[in-house]
């Protein structure tokens, strides 16, 4: 009984240390496992995650790319828009300034300050106003001619050697065109504020919609007169806006040729002047006319009304000013030495060749490249070797009337 018992206990105890080992080494395996899948689990969602995030990247990248193109051509756009709009602004500004003042008394200030500039001999106070409200009158009635020019003033130097530069009497602002053709121009509020100003860009520059070429500009009441001449096209004046900065009008002018109208200026086919009588046309009539032909135009429609031979001729012409319908012809010579006056042709022939005056302008620089009258101040506008240059007139009752 006893080895059976023994055999029992050892097969019993034999069985169970067995089975202890075996399930040990069962949780063992298992417990591995477990953790190996843990791990598997872990690295999967690890990837899953990083796998999301670079899509998520990609995507975010993709429409930051887009976004920032996106952006930069609405930027472009809205720095366009705003330029345009700055624009319709200033333009609105002028408007509504121009509405605002009262016109009479601005030019009137105007003209007293920059009187108050012209040196001792000018300045004589109330006595002078009394006088300059005279000589309008008396200009706009059209009996007088120029007899001299009574003083100078030299504004400043700005811009190239040719050019030209002209007040609207009307709005007593002041056009500056530099060089000889181009197509903008420079606005300034005042004779003041250009006489102030730091060279050219401290005025307002204006793009044209058409090439200027000097002298061949005028500007009257807001309005800009222009002459378009390009090689095998019909010549035409087109009138601006500088308001709006709209073309208003645009008419053909019948010219054979593009031969200069002033000897000494070659670059100019046709000059323009324009006042309160109409707008005037200088040109030549043809390569071999020797003489300035005359056009009057109707600045409202720009029709033709009338055309004459001034008799004057072109040759060592470097202006010509129209003043009470009577056309003064400058000249000078190729070697420039002192301007004159030398040749003057009235419409109404209402001047008699005895009293035509003969008058010298004061030494100067070079030769003028431009003369413009004024015919609300009576002074002339002219560019002198880059100098801008004020002549005030005396003027004369005209015998006849
Ligand atoms: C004015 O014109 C001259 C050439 O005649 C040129 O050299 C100069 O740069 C121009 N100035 C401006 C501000 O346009």
């Not at 080895?3 to 089975?19: E, R, Y």
């Not at 004779?191 to 102030?196: A, G, I, K, Q, T």
């Amino acid at each position: 009984m006893k080895p059976v018992f023994m055999l029992l206990v050892s097969t019993a105890w034999t069985l169970t240390g067995a089975q202890y080992y075996y399930q040990g080494l069962m949780d063992y395996l298992e417990n591995r496992l477990l953790a190996i899948e843990d791990r598997i689990h872990f690295w999967h969602e690890q990837f899953h995650r990083h796998h999301a995030e670079l899509q998520d990247f990609k995507k975010l990248t993709a429409v930051a790319v887009d976004g920032l193109r996106n952006d930069h051509g609405v930027l472009l756009k809205d720095v366009e828009g705003a330029a345009t709009r700055v624009e319709r602004v200033d333009r609105e500004m002028d408007r509504v300034e121009s509405w605002s003042a009262p016109r009479a008394c601005a030019s009137k200030a105007d003209k007293v300050l920059e009187q108050g500039a012209w040196g001792l001999e000018e300045v004589r106070g109330g006595e002078e106003e009394e006088e300059w409200e005279e000589l309008q009158s008396k200009v706009s009635d059209c009996v007088e001619i120029i007899s001299a020019i009574r003083s100078v003033k030299i504004l400043k130097r700005v811009g190239g050697p040719k050019g030209m530069w002209t007040r609207d009497p009307r709005s007593s602002r002041v056009y500056v065109f530099n060089g000889t053709s181009g197509d903008s121009v420079y606005q300034f509020n005042s004779v003041l504020d250009f006489s102030r100003s730091a060279g050219l860009t401290g005025g307002r520059q204006i793009r044209l919609p058409a090439e200027w070429s000097s002298p061949g500009a005028a500007v009257y009441d807001g309005f800009l007169y222009l002459v378009q001449q390009e090689v095998d096209m019909d010549t035409q004046v087109v009138k601006y806006d500088l308001l709006s900065g709209l073309v208003t009008d645009m008419a053909m002018f019948p010219m054979e040729s593009h031969a200069s109208v002033y000897g000494l200026n070659p670059e100019a086919a046709v000059d323009l002047v324009a006042d309160d009588e109409g707008l005037w046309l200088l040109y030549a009539a043809g390569d071999s006319e020797p003489n300035i032909n005359l056009a009057k135009m109707d600045p409202a429609t720009l029709d033709i009304e009338q055309i004459w031979d001034t008799r004057c001729p072109r040759e060592n012409a470097e202006a010509a000013f129209v003043v009470c319908g009577t056309v003064y012809v400058v000249y000078n010579t190729r070697l420039a030495s002192r301007s004159r006056v030398q040749c003057v042709f009235d419409v109404n022939d209402a001047v008699l060749s005895e009293e035509a005056p003969l008058f010298y302008f004061p030494r100067r620089y070079g030769a003028h490249t431009s003369l413009k009258y004024n015919p609300e101040e009576g002074q002339l506008y002219g560019w002198d070797d880059g100098y801008q240059i004020i002549y005030r007139l005396t003027m004369k009752r005209k015998l006849l009337i």
